[in-house]
């Protein structure tokens, strides 16, 4: 029979002991979600690719100031965001911005009339999504994109979880806006 | 169209938004495996050789892009057409209470980093608690033949102020030290400050001039000044080896 998975916990507490296949495992159960967090903050795929794998090494270098019991997915994600903040401060990023709205195929859709209004309701929402404020528009990806929690996501923006709701408020009264206009149409 | 509804709408997005993601193991284990680099030596050696690099951007950007894309530490850089954050009436005290430099670290938590450049008199310090971690300020007066220049410093912790940047304020990227990222803004924009609650401090909006903004790890620095740039730069250098 197999075993169940090991926690993050007792992953992470072998990786502070220097077991790095402990923290092998820790980089494959969160490469997609630190990869992303961090595309969402540097609008990039090579600096978010680079901001990933710092904020990995990064991690690793500080386990022991990791609180003991502490939850090790939010830390490394903070520090992931921190590291694609820093890049996304880059000049030469500007020139390889990638916006939301610039995706342009999506998945798998029923029939192709059904595709096509799924296609416009996807692509206005990625539009509205992308005129959002910086920084209602990190939280709203983070809290919907991502499925993080409210505290996560709070950690990742650099704010108090008061403020994530306050925002995503804000946020989500313009999305519905903009979806109920498209509909309408 | 209900809440859960969007909700489910968004959720559905992160099937098309975000690129593929790379195997990201090996490096990493790769870089683990990597000594760590010996930074603040690093950057003692690179400001000893007094080199700072001047890259210029390439302007202009589109306008809608850099609204957001441009910041700093914990300063977010907008373009605007008009300033919606109006400078405070000239009353207002936006640096904040005047303060003995030995009291400043016990207030925002930081000691503040001193420049060390010759021909600066002895600065007057300012401190606001209000604004995220605390804001810490260090004034130059313009007297006789040193030049007046403010320098803030604050913990880079999310966003804790904002730029607007109008008409024909311009920036550049700027390199100090060899390898502190930072921003040369010329011509008048306003600052203001964000407070606990997350809403701007009316108080702390002002109309400002050439401005150099950078970030050394937790600390975010502006020098504020008539000075022309090499001479800020010379001064951003000599905190920024301070670190050393």
């Not at chain 1, 929402?125 to 992308?130: M, T, Y």
């Not at chain 2, 040369?184 to 203001?192: C, F, P, R, V």
């Amino acid at each position: 029979m197999d075993r169940p998975p090991e926690t993050d916990r007792k992953l992470a507490a072998r990786a502070r002991l220097g077991d790095l296949a402990a923290y092998a495992e820790l980089v494959r159960r969160y490469e997609q979600l630190a990869y992303r967090v961090a595309w969402l903050v540097c609008r990039s795929a090579a600096e978010a690719e680079d901001a990933a794998q710092e904020g990995f090494i990064k991690a690793y270098r500080a386990m022991g100031r990791l609180r003991e019991g502490a939850e090790f997915r939010p830390w490394l994600l903070q520090i992931v965001a921190n590291q694609a903040r820093n890049r996304a401060r880059s000049a030469i990023r500007r020139a390889r911005y990638e916006t939301l709205a610039a995706v342009d195929s999506v998945g798998a859709v029923p029939s192709p009339e059904a595709a096509a209004v799924e296609h416009e309701l996807q692509q206005s929402l990625l539009a509205a999504v992308d005129r959002l404020p910086e920084r209602e528009r990190l939280i709203v990806a983070c809290r919907y994109l991502l499925e993080l929690s409210e505290a996560e996501t709070a950690s990742i923006a650099g704010v108090p979880p008061g403020t994530v709701k306050s925002r995503l408020a804000r946020a989500m009264g313009r999305l519905r806006a903009v979806l109920e206009e498209v509909e309408r149409d | 169209m209900t809440n859960d509804r969007l909700e489910r709408e968004l959720q559905a997005l992160s099937e098309v938004v975000f690129p593929a993601t790379p195997p990201l193991v090996n490096a990493v284990m790769a870089g683990i495996a990597q000594p760590a680099a010996p930074r603040r030596r690093w950057v003692a050696a690179v400001a000893a050789a007094a080199v700072v690099v001047v890259a210029v951007l390439a302007l202009p950007a589109p306008r809608a892009a850099l609204a957001r894309l441009l910041g700093i530490g914990g300063v977010t850089i907008e373009h605007v057409a008009e300033y919606d954050l109006p400078p405070a009436s000239p009353t207002a005290e936006p640096l904040g209470r005047e303060v003995e430099l030995d009291e400043v670290a016990g207030l925002v938590g930081f000691a503040p980093r001193l420049p060390r450049v010759a021909g600066l008199t002895d600065p007057a310090l300012f401190v606001r608690t209000d604004v995220a971690d605390g804001l810490a300020s260090l004034v130059y007066r313009n007297e006789g033949e040193s030049a007046g220049l403010i320098i803030t410093q604050f913990r880079t912790a999310g966003e804790v102020a904002i730029k607007q940047l109008s008409g024909d304020a311009r920036f550049r990227e700027v390199t100090i030290a060899g390898e502190l990222r930072g921003f040369w803004i010329e011509g008048s924009h306003t600052i203001a400050f964000f407070g606990a609650d997350d809403t701007v401090l009316e108080d702390s909006a002002r109309l400002v001039g050439n401005t150099l903004l950078w970030q050394d790890d937790e600390l975010t620095f502006r020098i504020e000044s008539a000075l022309p740039l090499s001479e800020v730069l010379a001064i951003a250098q000599s905190i920024g080896s301070d670190a050393g």
